[in-house]
């Protein structure tokens, strides 16, 4: 249920852009999601079907990029990516530290749309 105002927010962000560039029909959204977000992509496909009925933006297919993990580590500043599927312990590849900072993986965006 946490995808609905994620997908309120989307929504309205593209129907905005959409009528400030008379867009006629948004065929697409292209998102950025991290890894670490909850968010899944069926249910948030659902939810702005749902959403965008008698819209501009209805029938429009949200194609979604997971975005890595990434980490800083705060004893080297070095910047790694995590592979969150296959990690028990997050450790800094260069100096073994285990003082670090997410810096991406959380985060959603659109990227771009696909209008007519």
């Given at each position: 249920m946490h995808e609905l105002p994620v997908i309120e927010s989307i929504l309205k962000?593209?129907?905005?852009?959409g009528a400030k560039?008379?867009?006629?029909?948004?065929?697409a959204i292209h998102l950025q999601v991290g890894e670490l977000s909850d968010l899944e992509d069926e249910w948030m496909q659902r939810y702005f079907?749902?959403?965008?009925?008698?819209s501009i933006a209805a029938g429009a297919v949200?194609?979604?990029e997971r975005m890595p993990v990434v980490m800083n580590c705060e004893d080297c500043r070095e910047s790694f990516q995590v592979?969150?599927?296959?990690v028990k312990d997050i450790?800094?590849?260069l100096c073994q530290g285990k003082n670090n900072k997410l810096i991406s993986g959380r985060e959603y965006f659109i990227k771009s749309m696909e209008v007519l």
């Open positions: 962000v593209s129907l905005s852009h560039n008379n867009v006629q029909k948004i065929m079907d749902h959403l965008s009925k008698d949200l194609k979604i592979d969150i599927k296959n450790v800094c590849p």
